[in-house]
Nanobody, 124 residues
Framework: VQLQASGGGLVQAGGSLRLSCVAS????????IGWFRQAPGKEREFVAG????????RYADSVRGRSTISRDSAKNTVYLQMNSLKPEDTAVYYC??????????????????WGQGTQVTVSS
């Protein structure tokens, strides 16, 4: 499974971005996609996740109400729409896949494949 994350950029506080994660290669019917982020000097943290078949979603408290994760099965793509961005949202954002699962889990070590990351910078 290969994951390609894109959509990052520089945005002012209060602005919006939509990140995309395209999955290719061998895929499975039961897997979840998670978005994570890592700011300089901090550990990688869970942001949001979605199951591929059931559309079950999960959000970190820090982004709940400001972000929406969705999927387009025909395009093998998961989106993370982020609104009302804050400077503390600045980080490299990664998407990851956990195979053979019907749930969204938080720990990074439970994910099997990772994309390369896309930089999100929010200016104040």
């Amino acid at each position: 499974v290969q994951l390609q994350a894109s959509g990052g950029g520089l945005v002012q506080a209060g602005g919006s971005l939509r990140l995309s994660c395209v999955a290719s290669g061998r895929t499975f019917s039961r897997y979840a996609i998670g978005w994570f982020r890592q700011a300089p000097g901090k550990e990688r943290e869970f942001v949001a996740g979605i199951t591929w078949s059931g559309g079950i979603t999960r959000y970190a408290d820090s982004v709940r109400g400001r972000s929406t994760i969705s999927r387009d099965s025909a395009k093998n793509t998961v989106y993370l729409q982020m609104n009302s961005l804050k400077p503390e949202d600045t980080a490299v954002y990664y998407c990851a896949a956990r195979l053979l699962t019907l749930v969204v889990v938080v720990p990074t070590e439970n994910y099997d494949y990772w994309g390369q990351g896309t930089q999100v910078t929010v200016s104040s």
